[in-house]
């Protein structure tokens, strides 16, 4: 069951978007995390998704996500991948958020 069907960009190929709610916070912490957890190799990007309830245990709801494009170090993940520049983009622009700190991510 879904509850809306309105999708959210979170991070364009080569850009971000302020965290202002939780939700953004989230993904931004979620792909700090990635970049962290691969020494730098690998990165999510182009994050988008839709709220969505799928039981009634869900109470906020979920967000699905759906259609990432990635950049890596080698630049082979993907045809979209921008490699080491699509990584600096990211790292340029990230300013970390609560969530990120929550996470004791290092800071950008």
Same mark, same amino acid.
């Given at each position: ?38 020494? $730098?190799?690998?990165?999510?990007? @182009? ?5 969505? *309830?799928? &039981?009634?245990?869900? #109470? %906020? $709801?979920?967000?699905?996500?759906? @259609? ?5 170090? *080698?630049? &082979?993940?993907?045809? #979209? %991948? ?14 970390? &958020? ?11």
């Amino acid at each position: 069951m879904r509850s809306s069907t309105a999708t959210t960009k979170f991070t364009g190929t080569l850009t971000n978007r302020e965290a202002i709610g939780k939700w953004e916070a989230g993904i931004m912490a979620f792909a700090h995390w990635v970049l962290q957890n691969t020494a $730098g190799k690998f990165l999510f990007v @182009d994050l988008q998704g839709m709220k969505c *309830t799928i &039981t009634e245990r869900d #109470g %906020d $709801g979920i967000l699905m996500l759906f @259609d990432p494009m990635s950049h890596s170090y *080698t630049q &082979t993940s993907c045809a #979209g %991948d921008h490699g080491p520049k699509g990584i600096y983009a990211f790292l340029g622009s990230h300013i970390c &958020t609560t969530v990120c700190k929550a996470m004791k991510l290092i800071s950008l």
